[in-house]
């Protein structure tokens, strides 16, 4: 279809931006249910109707105790629950409408808490109460036009500001929350332990490590010591200030004048707030890792099995010889990979995606002979734990899970591990029962005998047999460390890691394994524990006492798009088309709270002379899998003006109607999208006007056709790899035109594969890359297009308001101009050598910009483009060239690749001239 005005692939592009983090984790298509509450509208599929109804309760008790401190949300808020991703998380936006997606799948790991969509909820609902908050010249311009995006000031602030207030309310309002986790606390007292603290710019979303985790741990901590020193009331006036300032940037400014105290002291003073253990840290075996390095002993204690990534390439399960710490094998996994020995094989629980909405945790079986079985397909199984040859797992469902042994009363009960005994006569496991966790055991043969251990006040987690006694980690003193329960001397403590210790394993020359975490990411260690075992750990006060959420009014309807589906904002259009018309006209978009469909539309009218514009564009994910497009487009251009005076003015009009299938895998991914495709354009005269006579070449036509797009890849990488470190991406495309009452006709068919591998040379933060790309097209028929070669191809970058910046190029050839070849055949191939520069960081001063990371790029490009029948020269253009790379934030966290090149022409230009160099800036990745 012919090209549309930037503005409409911008604010299409940000709106299927948005529904694509639904398709990732919510499958919107079958039936789907609401429950209307008095604040609420909860979207659920029908066999989760119970786990609805209490998340409908969480809200609606969230909802009163945010709104005795912040100001209320306007409107209804949508709640999606769904179980379609065997992870536990949630995200909020409120754009178009205020909107909380929940993933209710619960693994309790790293955070404590007294029930999971009692935490989620709140923590997403306070996102809600912060973001909508708009006042000032801010609610002016929403009064006017809706909730426009980029109006709401508080989404300006950093992250640390965002999360951190979602953690510190999330603490407040329950009885666990990550404020008071053993985890922050790591994560804050290693930075401190290496003098790498964040200062309130650097606690972002930047790629080093704790990567995400920062935000969280360090904003919660700031705004609990703001509430120490200034009093509960000073989070909420700091809200309020921010919710109207006119630079929606500055934070240090509105901390002053809500509390009169200054940023800087109030951010020191909560890090000094963060105590460290002290004691013996024993020796480290691995380190900076980004992935929890969980150490599992064989039965024969002879080989140890843990996860190495390293965050440059994808993560790998070892085993190591456990004396001399020597790899004997290792085999790539994907996320939350869990495992545990079964005699000589490893059991292992990973996730992957089952079809294209949906991800499960299955087991899979490593076996001793190096083959790699999968054994199951949507389980929803993970924790794999054995001992006595009997293996016990945790089974996810929405909103609870439950031990796989039989005969164990789940009931009211949410579990972490469930470890057998070695001799099989017991099993011990980590409960979440009444808003408190507790180490419990019970005879294998009488499971309904549980027996409390241990009760903590905050987490309690990994246990693992010690021959009869049970090894088990608490936070009871703020930190994670290791403790050990026995028949004759209860509870006692084991480790006292500076930094904390989690996972223990122990071995049989009385070594302990554990990890913990440093400044750059997690550690697996190796202590001897003192041979003198401390005291015996006082019970704990227990906690003040888990209430569930009272009920509320609630009725049950079917789903309806409507409410959400319906425009929430427009933004005012012009285009000035000169003497072929001024166009005025508005813009909106939307897309239904579940993600079924997504849509941008536009409207412009000009009165003299009377014409429209229009375009709209749907997406529809009703079916699951294929997905639906449809859009259409009208745009008058001037094509010009007669000596006479007459204007003469081209309708350009284009529609396309697709279905594109998706086939996903963790590291793989194919794609097929078929389409139907309308080209047509129409000239008009004004005064009414033979064509002919005024025009040469201005004939109507009418084009229809279809295409035919393939695209497969598979990749490899990690959070720190600045390309991907191993894979291939092909796309095929096949697209057919006819002219409508003429014989015309075109066939196109373009090619494009891209290879990417690791490569040898100096090591950074991420490992060097050489990227391949070859691209080749060919068109024929009488109305075929040529194919332009050369230029600088860039990403899209849209940066709203109907703004973008960079563009994409079939056929690049950097160092020379657009366009310089042209043909109905072409060709170009470009290689890269990707080394890695500086894992930066870091921001630039007290602005709202940040460097994150830098590397270099050597190059060499050749392309052709030749007519049919001509010999086709692919070094007729050629270059060589460096750019260097800088992923930079803006706006605090928005990431915006930007590269900086400079091109040599190595052949001359095609019309003759000596080439010259040719410096270029350019956004996005190219490949």
């Given at each position: 279809?012919t090209?549309t005005r930037?503005?409409?692939r911008a604010t299409?592009?940000?709106?299927?931006?948005?529904?694509g983090?639904?398709?990732a984790q919510?499958d919107p298509?079958?039936?789907?249910r609401?429950?209307?509450?008095?604040?609420?509208?909860?979207h659920?599929?029908p066999a989760d109707?119970?786990p609805?109804?209490r998340?409908?309760r969480?809200?609606?008790r969230?909802?009163?105790l945010?709104?005795?401190?912040?100001?209320?949300?306007r409107?209804m808020?949508?709640v999606t629950l769904?179980?379609d991703?065997d992870?536990?998380?949630?995200?909020?936006?409120?754009?178009p409408?205020?909107r909380i997606?929940v993933?209710?799948?619960?693994?309790?790991?790293l955070?404590?808490?007294?029930d999971?969509l009692r935490?989620?909820?709140t923590h997403?609902?306070?996102?809600?109460f912060?973001?909508?908050r708009?006042?000032?010249?801010w609610r002016g311009v929403?009064?006017?036009?809706?909730r426009v995006p980029?109006?709401?000031?508080?989404?300006?602030q950093?992250?640390?500001?965002?999360?951190?207030?979602a953690?510190y309310?999330?603490s407040?309002?329950t009885?666990?929350g990550?404020l008071h986790?053993g985890?922050?606390?790591?994560?804050?007292a290693a930075?401190?332990?290496?003098?790498d603290?964040?200062?309130?710019?650097n606690a972002v979303y930047?790629?080093?490590w704790?990567?995400?985790t920062?935000?969280?741990?360090?904003g919660?901590?700031f705004f609990a010591?703001l509430?120490?020193?200034a009093?509960?009331?000073?989070v909420?006036r700091?809200?309020e200030?921010?919710s109207?300032?006119?630079?929606p940037y500055?934070?240090?400014r509105?901390?002053?004048r809500a509390?009169?105290?200054d940023l800087g002291?109030?951010?020191?003073d909560?890090?000094?707030a963060?105590?460290?253990a002290?004691?013996?840290?024993?020796r480290?075996?691995d380190?900076a890792?980004w992935?929890e390095p969980v150490?599992r002993?064989?039965?024969d204690?002879?080989?140890?099995a843990?996860?190495?990534?390293?965050?440059?390439?994808?993560?790998e399960l070892r085993?190591?010889e456990?004396?001399a710490?020597?790899?004997?094998?290792?085999?790539?996994v994907?996320?939350?990979?869990r495992y545990d020995?079964l005699?000589?094989?490893?059991a292992?629980?990973?996730?992957d995606?089952?079809?294209?909405?949906?991800?499960?945790?299955d087991?899979?079986a490593w076996?001793?002979?190096d083959?790699?079985r999968?054994?199951?397909?949507?389980?929803?199984?993970?924790?794999?734990?054995?001992?006595?040859?009997?293996?016990?797992?945790?089974?996810?469902a929405?909103a609870r899970?439950r031990?796989?042994?039989?005969?164990?009363d789940?009931?009211?009960?949410?579990?972490g591990?469930?470890?057998?005994?070695p001799d099989?006569r017991?099993v011990?496991?980590?409960?979440?029962?009444n808003?408190?966790?507790?180490?419990?055991?019970w005879?294998?043969a009488?499971?309904?005998?549980?027996?409390?251990?241990?009760a903590?006040?905050?987490?309690?987690?990994?246990?693992?047999w010690?021959?009869?006694?049970?090894l088990?980690v608490?936070?009871?003193?703020?930190?994670?460390?290791?403790?050990?329960?026995?028949?004759?001397s209860?509870?006692r403590?084991?480790t006292?890691?500076?930094l904390?210790?989690?996972?223990?394993a122990?071995?049989?020359?009385?070594a302990?394994?554990?990890t913990?975490l440093g400044?750059?990411g997690w550690?697996?260690a190796?202590?001897t524990p003192?041979?003198t075992p401390?005291?015996?750990v006082?019970?704990?006060?227990p906690?003040?006492?888990?209430?569930?959420a009272?009920?509320?009014?609630m009725?049950?309807?079917?789903y309806?798009l409507?409410?959400?589906?319906?425009?929430h904002?427009w933004?005012?259009?012009g285009?000035d088309a000169g003497a072929?018309g001024?166009f005025?006209?508005?813009?909106?978009g939307?897309?239904d709270?579940v993600?079924?469909y997504?849509?941008v539309?536009d409207?412009l009218?000009?009165?003299?002379?009377?014409?429209a514009?229009?375009?709209?564009a749907l997406?529809s994910?009703?079916?699951?899998?294929p997905?639906?497009?449809?859009?259409?487009?009208?745009?008058?251009?001037l094509v010009g003006v007669t000596?006479g005076?007459?204007v003469?003015?081209?309708?350009?009009?284009?529609?396309?109607?697709?279905a594109?299938?998706v086939?996903?895998?963790?590291?793989?991914?194919a794609?097929?999208?078929?389409?139907?495709?309308?080209?047509?354009?129409?000239?008009?005269?004004?005064?009414?006007t033979?064509?002919?006579?005024v025009?040469?070449?201005?004939r109507?036509?009418?084009r229809?056709?279809?295409?035919v797009?393939?695209?497969l890849?598979h990749?490899?990488?990690?959070p720190?790899a600045i390309?991907?470190v191993g894979g291939?991406?092909?796309t095929?495309?096949?697209r057919r035109?006819?002219q409508q009452g003429?014989?015309?006709w075109?066939?196109e068919v373009?090619?494009?594969?891209?290879?990417?591998?690791r490569?040898?040379?100096?090591e950074?933060?991420?490992?060097?890359v050489?990227?391949l790309?070859?691209?080749?097209?060919?068109?024929?028929?009488?109305?075929?297009?040529?194919f332009?070669?050369?230029g600088?191809?860039?990403?899209?970058?849209?940066l709203?308001f109907?703004?973008t910046?960079?563009g994409?190029?079939d056929?690049?050839?950097?160092?020379?101009?657009?366009?310089?070849?042209?043909?109905?055949?072409a060709?170009t191939?470009?290689v890269?050598?990707?080394?890695?520069?500086?894992?930066v960081g870091?921001?630039?001063g007290h602005?709202?910009?940040g460097?994150?990371?830098?590397?270099?790029?050597?190059?060499g490009?050749?392309?052709?483009?030749?007519?049919?029948?001509?010999?086709?020269?692919?070094?007729?253009?050629?270059s060589?060239?460096?750019e260097?790379v800088a992923?930079?934030?803006?706006s605090y966290d928005?990431?915006?690749?930007l590269r900086l090149g400079?091109a040599?022409?190595?052949?001359?230009l095609?019309?003759?001239g000596?080439?010259?160099p040719?410096?270029?800036?350019?956004?996005g990745?190219?490949?």
């Open positions: 279809m090209a930037p503005w409409h299409l592009l940000a709106l299927l931006l948005c529904g983090r639904v398709e919510v298509s079958g039936q789907w609401t429950l209307h509450t008095p604040h609420f509208l909860v659920f599929r109707r119970e609805a109804q998340t409908a969480e809200a609606e969230a909802w009163g945010l709104a005795a401190e912040l100001r209320p949300p409107g808020v949508d769904s179980d991703i992870v536990s998380n949630g995200f909020t936006t409120v754009f409408s205020s997606t993933l209710a799948a619960p693994l309790p790991e955070t404590d808490f007294d999971w935490l989620v909820t997403e609902l306070t996102h809600v912060h973001l909508d708009t006042t000032g010249w929403q009064a006017v036009f809706g980029g109006f709401f000031p508080n989404e300006y950093p992250s640390w500001v965002v999360e951190g207030l953690v309310y999330e407040r309002l009885e666990g990550r986790g985890f922050h606390t790591q994560v804050l930075d401190a332990a290496a003098g603290s964040r200062s309130p710019w930047f790629t080093r704790p990567d995400g920062a935000p969280y741990a360090y919660s901590r010591q509430a120490a020193v009093g509960d009331s000073a909420p700091f809200v200030r921010t109207g300032q006119l630079i500055r934070v240090g509105q901390v002053r509390t009169g105290r002291s109030v951010w020191d909560a890090l000094h963060t105590g460290v002290t004691g013996d840290s024993g480290a075996l380190a890792l992935t150490p002993v064989s039965p204690g002879r080989r140890v843990y996860v190495h990534d390293d965050g440059e390439s994808p993560a085993i190591v456990a004396r710490w020597q790899v004997l094998r290792r085999h790539r994907n996320g939350l990979a020995w005699g000589d094989t490893l292992v629980t990973q996730l995606f089952t079809d294209r909405w949906h991800i499960r945790s087991r899979y076996l001793p002979d083959r790699w999968r054994l199951t397909h949507a389980a929803r199984v993970t924790k794999p734990r054995s001992g006595g040859g009997k293996l016990a797992a945790i089974v996810l929405a899970n031990p796989s042994l039989a005969g164990v789940t009931a009211g009960a949410m579990w591990d469930v470890v057998p005994s099989g017991w011990v496991a980590n409960r979440l029962r808003g408190a966790w507790a180490l419990v055991r005879p294998d009488a499971p309904d005998s549980v027996a409390t251990l241990f903590g006040t905050g987490l309690v987690a990994d246990p693992v010690q021959g009869d006694a049970v088990f608490s936070e009871r003193t703020g930190l994670p460390q290791v403790y050990r329960w026995s028949a004759d209860g509870v403590p084991l006292a890691v500076p904390g210790a989690r996972a223990p122990p071995l049989p020359d009385g302990l394994l554990y913990t400044s750059e550690t697996l190796r202590l003192p041979a401390a005291d015996t006082a019970e704990p006060a906690r003040a006492g888990f209430d569930s009272p009920p509320v009014p009725r049950e309807t079917g309806a409507w409410p959400s589906l319906r425009p904002f933004l005012p259009l285009v072929a001024r005025f006209g508005a813009l909106t939307g897309t709270a993600g079924r997504s849509y539309a409207a009218i000009s009165v003299a002379p009377l014409r514009d229009g375009y709209f997406v994910h009703a079916l699951g899998n997905s639906l497009d449809l859009s259409s487009a009208s745009e008058w251009s000596r005076g007459t003469v003015s081209e309708r350009a009009g284009a529609a396309a109607l697709g594109t299938l086939a996903r895998r963790w590291r793989s991914l794609t097929l999208r078929v389409a139907a495709e309308y080209e047509g354009r129409r000239f008009v005269a004004i005064p009414d033979a064509l002919a006579s025009c040469n070449g201005c109507s036509r009418d229809v056709g279809g295409s797009t393939l695209r890849a990749l490899a990488g990690g720190l390309s991907p291939i991406v092909w095929g495309r096949y035109r006819e003429a014989p015309g075109s066939d373009r090619s494009r594969i891209a290879v990417y591998q490569a040898p040379g100096p950074g933060h991420a490992h060097p050489v990227a790309r070859l691209t080749v097209g060919s068109a024929s028929g009488p109305i075929a297009t040529s332009g070669v050369g600088v191809s860039a990403g899209v970058v849209a709203g109907g703004a910046a960079g994409a190029r056929f690049p050839v950097r160092g020379y101009p657009v366009g310089v070849l042209f043909g109905q055949r060709a191939a470009s890269e050598y990707r080394l890695p520069l500086a894992l870091q921001a630039v602005l709202p910009f460097v994150d990371r830098l590397w270099l790029s050597v190059f490009d050749v392309g052709d483009a030749w007519e049919p029948g001509a010999a086709a020269r692919l070094h007729r253009l050629r060589a060239g460096v260097l992923d930079l934030t803006v928005l990431p915006l690749g400079l040599q022409p190595l052949a001359d095609p019309a003759g000596r080439p010259r040719q410096a270029y800036v350019a956004v990745s190219d490949f």
